[in-house]
């Protein structure tokens, strides 16, 4: 992108390209929306700020035809519309980006991109056409990437960015963003915002939600508030401050966001000595007892493949692990669980939970597959969920409401839940609270910090720098596969973060 974009060059139309008007929507036993009117005119980027649960994903599958609403009206550059699937509503022009990633594994970067709609010449699939076009559309993104390749072997970061190229190549007239910066670092988050300002200096109207409030006072031209499936509150950009968003969102002040006491730091629990996978290049960095080791990096510096080779996931070419002075053999997941490593993945849905079951049978899973007993205790099994969901305080009806409808927040204690049961030594979270609210990242770094000063080592990767600065005792930076540097959490700064990751 030659042409740095910024709001300046926005000029918000007064014409109102997209209105909802007394929206409802019931779930059995829940109230998701009640009476919520928003609209959006041309060119405006409109914020939706809520804590999870609050209705904001009710409303954008209404928005997008995935709900029907109970109640209350759509319109559409002025025509009233009803979206009985999604694919009318991308026909009609409204484009979703969701916080859930939506790929096909086994098949081509390109062919993601262009799925449904994969050019052809003479009956036959244009591959040259397509792989040109997805270049093209990627670069809108600031992503350069080789279309042929696998999608499957790309990073999360990568993947939504990919999402992100996917949906724009349509002739859309409003896009709706979920969490789009969830997995990108700084540099990547930047690269997007300059695609947000421009595509809204070109008329397309922008939905954006995020729990990261400082996104907000640099894209967004309004936000709408939403607690408890209601709109609490309508406020300029110009006129709004961090603490109001927080009041009005959670409904109560956040006076700790990053209540880290701190911990007497102890002895080496966790040395790696030379690491190499196809990933990293002879890593090395030990972390302690009672100590919560950061890692940062640019997407491709391979922060986020350390956290899943310590666990087994990735072959290991060279090198060595110990845990408490002892050398671990990783081959596989189930030898990290025996030498006292656990590891919380960044894609909590797809890796760290089955959907489907309830708090309770997700809580042991990871104690089935390391005790294997001969038999199914259920009594046991709701025990134990029960004594997680009072510990972490995780809000759910009971142990054996199914996961799957619980908020983000809540889905994450559940996985932590399932390791902190096997008492690890070592615990490794990879964007620990990605999708989360910020009432939620609040408990759970509590959480963090308890653990710490019970003697545990956390080590958390994560492309959220406030995070990191906030929450770590050490910091490593990678860059190229390599470790760049080590930077202590009292002296660490954006700017000398950044320099590491840039390589030096």
């Known amino acids: 992108m030659s042409y740095i974009y910024s709001r300046q060059d926005r000029r918000v139309s007064d014409e109102i390209v997209m209105e909802a008007a007394g929206i409802n929507k019931a779930f059995p036993g829940v109230k998701a929306l009640t009476d919520v009117d928003i609209s959006i005119r041309k060119g405006e ?53 969701h916080q859930e990633l939506n790929y096909v594994a086994s098949v081509s970067v390109a062919e993601n991109i262009f799925m449904g ?47 992100i190229a ?11 963003m979920d969490e789009p910066t969830s997995s990108l670092n700084d540099i990547e988050t930047k690269n997007l915002f300059q695609f947000i300002h421009k595509a809204a200096s070109e008329g397309i109207s922008i939905f954006y939600i995020s729990h990261k409030l400082d996104e907000l006072f640099e894209v967004a031209d309004r936000v709408v508030v939403i607690r ?15 603490q109001l968003l927080i009041s009005r969102m959670v409904g109560r002040d956040l006076t700790a966001m990053y209540p880290k006491e701190g911990a007497p730091i102890g002895e080496t629990i966790l040395e790696v000595q030379d690491l190499s996978t196809d990933w990293l290049k002879g890593i090395s960095f030990h972390a302690r007892r009672g100590e919560i080791f950061g890692i940062y990096g640019l997407m491709g510096s391979g922060h986020q493949e350390i956290g899943s080779a310590l666990f087994g996931k990735d072959i290991i070419h060279h090198g ?42 997700n809580t042991v899973a990871a104690y089935y597959s390391k005790t294997h007993p001969l038999f199914v205790n259920r009594k046991r099994d709701s025990q134990i969920a029960k004594k997680w969901i009072e510990s972490l305080s995780t809000k759910t009806p009971s142990e054996n409401t199914i996961v799957e409808s619980l908020s983000g927040g809540n889905q994450q204690k ?46 958390i990767i994560t492309s959220e720098m406030p995070e990191l600065l906030a929450m770590s005792d050490r910091i490593m930076v990678m860059f190229e596969g390599q470790v760049s540097g ?15 990751a840039i390589g030096g």
């Open 45 to 97: 980027v409109v914020a939706l700020l809520g804590e999870n649960g609050a209705g904001k994903s009710t409303l954008i599958k209404i928005l997008s035809g995935v709900y029907q609403p109970d109640s209350g009206t759509m319109k559409l550059e002025g025509r009233e519309v009803h979206f009985d699937v999604p694919l009318q509503a991308k026909e009609a022009g409204i484009g979703v980006i």
């Open 228 to 242: 408890d499936g209601c709109v609490t509150a309508q406020i300029d950009m110009k006129e709004a401050t961090r």
């Open 414 to 459: 559940v996985v932590l839940s399932k390791w902190l049961e096997l008492k690890p030594d070592v615990l490794i979270l990879n964007e620990p609270t990605r999708g989360i609210d910020v009432g939620a990242k609040a408990e759970i770094y509590k959480i963090l910090d308890r653990l710490v000063n019970e003697g545990k080592c956390v080590i």
């Open 486 to 500: 080590f930077l202590d959490g009292k002296d660490a700064t954006q700017e000398s973060v950044v320099q590491y």
């Open 320 to 361: 060595k692990i110990l845990v408490n002075g002892k050398p671990a053999k990783i081959k596989r997941p189930m030898d990290a669980i025996r030498a006292g490593i656990a590891y919380v993945p960044a894609e909590r849905k797809t890796e760290g939970l089955v959907l489907n079951q309830s708090v309770a049978v």
């Open 117 to 163: 709609n994969i050019p052809t010449r003479h009956g036959i699939v244009d591959y040259k056409t397509m792989y040109e076009e997805s270049r093209k559309i990627m670069a809108k993104v600031g992503l350069e990437l080789d279309p042929k390749i696998c999608i499957g072997t790309c990073s999360v970061a990568q993947k939504q960015l990919i999402e």
């Open 166 to 176: 996917k949906v724009i190549s349509n002739d859309i007239k409003v896009l709706i």
